[in-house]
């Protein structure tokens, strides 16, 4: 077994190591529903695959890989709600920093030359700057804390948020004779408005997947760092989704580039590509079993899609 099966298990294991509460028969039958799935705490695990032109391909080759995975997901899980928990208290300390930023009162600037034995001249200048936090700006920071505090408490309680991960292994055999891929998808959700039909989340999300065709000496790079927006339709045991991801990364950095590496001993031209992608997906919730298959597309109006499926064990 790989060390990324070992790190999963210790993730599920840190996961489930948490309080337990007594369920009522009726909320025991809903769990086994798509919207109990969605709504109640669960934890699952299993293995992913995607192939075709799909989030991870590019479209100036005509590299389409082929992916095997591991697979983490929790809604309203422990790790989710730290990590917005953390993302609060990030924002928050920001806000004191700014609350508490002194107020400059002096600046002094002073000059002094050194000359060297070979004749130079070093000049070194020193800048000193005076200023004061009054009280005002004290108690607004220590109430931006206290709100913080309270905002992160709240937070890790809310059990709403979801994450997905997804570790793409290359000690996993890879399919079709495509090479190696490995690296990581994951995302954050929180939940924006939730009925009992539709569900829409956001959340953050972050991928970073390299895959290799050996044989024509060519890679695909695909990063993205953003904002997935997740539209959720629950009918009975099924549920439908749609993704659509918001690369920032994008906005910052030129897409399909091409790029060469040496691995080894040989020259592989990489295909960088940071992708607005779409996914459509279909999930059933068989008691214990978690299975999904889907379409996607790294871009929005191609037109060419791949293909993704997995099966899970919730716990």
């Known amino acids: 077994m790989s060390k990324t099966c070992h790190y999963l298990t210790l993730l599920l294991c840190l996961s489930l190591a948490t309080p337990a509460f007594a369920i009522s028969p009726e909320v025991e039958e809903l769990k086994n529903t798509a919207l109990g799935t969605l709504k109640l705490p669960n934890y699952s695990l299993g293995a992913r695959l995607e192939s075709g032109n799909g989030i991870y391909a590019s479209s100036t080759s005509g590299l389409r890989p082929t992916l095997w995975g591991y ?42 030359t050194r000359y060297n034995a070979d004749g130079s001249r070093t000049v070194t200048t020193t800048t000193t700057k005076s200023g004061y936090v009054t009280a005002e700006q004290s ?58 039909s539709f569900i829409f989340e956001l959340g953050l999300g972050m991928h970073n997947v390299v895959t290799l065709d050996r044989e024509n000496q060519e890679g695909v790079q695909s990063f993205f760092m953003g904002v997935p927006l997740r539209f959720i339709f629950p009918m009975g045991i099924f549920y439908f989704t749609g993704d659509v991801n918001i690369n920032l990364y994008n906005l910052l950095f030129d897409d399909d580039e091409t790029r060469t590496e040496r691995i ?15 996914a459509l997906s279909a999930n ?15 871009r929005l109006f191609s037109g060419d899609f791949g293909f993704n499926t997995s099966a899970s064990f919730r716990f």
């Not at 059933?284 to 790294?298: C, F, N, Q, Y």
């Open 284 to 298: 059933a919730i068989l008691w214990r079993i978690h299975l999904e298959a889907g379409i996607a597309t790294s």
């Open 139 to 196: 108690e607004r920071a220590n109430e931006i804390l206290q709100s913080t505090e309270a905002a992160m408490s709240a937070i890790t309680e809310m059990r709403t948020f979801g994450m997905d991960l997804v570790i793409f292994d290359d000690e996993f055999a890879t399919l079709s004779g495509v090479g190696e891929g490995y690296g990581f998808n994951i995302n954050f959700w929180a939940p924006v408005y939730g009925g009992e």
């Open 264 to 278: 080894g001993e040989t020259q592989f031209t990489f295909h960088e590509t940071q992708p607005w992608s779409l």
């Open 71 to 112: 697979r983490y997901s929790e809604r309203g899980g422990i790790i989710s709600s730290l990590i917005f928990a953390g993302a609060a208290g990030v924002l928050g300390s920001a806000a004191v920093a700014g609350a508490a930023s002194p107020t400059i009162t002096e600046t002094n600037t002073t000059r002094s």
